[in-house]
């Protein structure tokens, strides 16, 4: 019999979009209820390629934790640990990453091949242009956060994690034997697969949106863009692999929830944007595949240490408290942002319910 109350370790957010300015407000409160940490990415309009941008940009998200914004939702601690990372260009500068490094502002670095997604056009165009810069990292021990597909016309989007990984991926990581690597928000039984056979330095974050859904999501009752992000939706047997993956208690596949928020008209839209926002209910979202798979017994695992052990940090010492207590999803968050402008976010699961809300942390 599953017990009503689960009493797990405080995760931490391995992958978190959480943008700029009045889009920060606004979604900053979701994340900060339950994750102890998370890792920011650095893909804002101006991506993070200087110190000095990702001490700016820490410094904007620990004024708003330090506010305390608070509504009928939620609260905002200043407790929240954002965690910075590097966007690597063709033309980065080493020093900029040691420097990071050095003065423990950068924990990471990521690498967006040049229009794959959202904020990428200033991405990586030649992988082996950057081997200097992953050299460096080698060194000084700093991970490599990578957006695997391939930005190929003539690649179906389908393919295109999978044709990364065999075209790029392992030859990277036979090249750089001893950098750290985080094969972010994998989608393919092919991912899967790759991170189990590798040694302990390739790890893997999977998003609860990958876990719940397959492609059929974007198709039900007409052209969903709700459902649309990148990498996009697979076919089932993907998902399922993904949920055997996760729940296994292999330490090599941690949580990040890739919570990529858009507002509601640049969604909606004829060319929508990708990007789910999973952020409100993300902890409640995994807890159901755990249950759903009967692994509630590694959930902890998943959440609250593998990510940790792989960079080195500590567990968190808080504790998070789950309820077997159904939750209805609303249809839509809204933000009255300081400058009157409004908001709109559609959340995964919107309007349907949960099986398991987050009662407090202790």
Not at 147 to 154: A, C, I, L, T
Not at 177 to 186: F, Y
Not at 293 to 304: I, N
Not at 341 to 355: E, M
Request: net charge positive.
């Amino acid at each position: 019999m599953i017990s009503s109350t689960l009493i797990i370790l405080q995760p931490d957010d391995w992958h978190v979009h959480l943008r700029d300015g009045s889009m920060l407000a606004a979604v900053l409160p979701f994340t900060t209820r339950v994750f102890g940490r998370a890792i920011v990415m650095p893909n804002l309009k101006k991506p993070i390629t200087t110190v000095e941008s990702a001490i700016a940009y820490r410094k904007r998200i620990k004024n708003f934790c330090a506010e305390g914004i608070t509504d009928e939702r939620l609260v905002t601690t200043n407790k929240f640990n954002p965690l910075m990372t590097m966007y690597l260009t063709d033309t980065l500068d080493s020093n900029e990453l040691v420097r990071g490094h050095a003065e423990n502002v950068i924990i990471a670095a990521k690498l967006y091949p040049a229009g794959v997604t959202t904020n990428s056009v200033s991405g990586v165009t030649d992988i082996k242009a950057i081997n200097p810069l992953l050299e460096t990292m080698e060194k000084i021990g700093m991970p490599l956060l990578i957006h695997g597909e391939v930005n190929d016309p003539e690649v179906d989007i389908f393919d295109r994690e999978r044709i990364f990984i065999e075209k790029y991926l392992i030859p990277l990581h036979r090249q750089h034997q001893g950098l750290k690597i985080v094969l972010e928000h994998i989608t393919t039984a092919d991912a899967v697969s790759f991170i189990e056979s590798t040694n302990l330095n390739i790890c893997a974050t999977v998003t609860p949106h990958h876990l719940h859904l397959n492609r059929n999501a974007m198709f039900q009752e007409g052209l969903c863009s709700d459902f649309y992000c990148l990498p996009v939706l697979k076919r089932d047997h993907h998902k399922q692999a993904l949920r055997r993956a996760v729940t296994s208690g292999n330490p090599k596949f941690f949580l990040g929830t890739d919570s990529a928020p858009h507002p509601r008209n640049r969604k909606e839209t004829s060319c929508g944007c990708a990007g789910i926002f999973n952020a409100s209910h993300a902890i409640e979202s995994y807890t159901q595949v755990f249950e759903e798979e009967g692994k509630l017994d590694l959930l902890e695992a998943f959440t609250s240490k593998n990510g940790p052990k792989f960079y080195g940090l500590p567990l968190n010492q808080s504790r998070i408290v789950l309820e077997k207590k159904q939750q209805l999803v609303p249809k839509q968050i809204n933000w009255i942002a300081a400058d009157h402008k409004k908001i709109s976010l559609v959340p995964l699961h919107a309007g349907k319910r949960l099986l398991w809300s987050l009662k407090n942390i202790c």
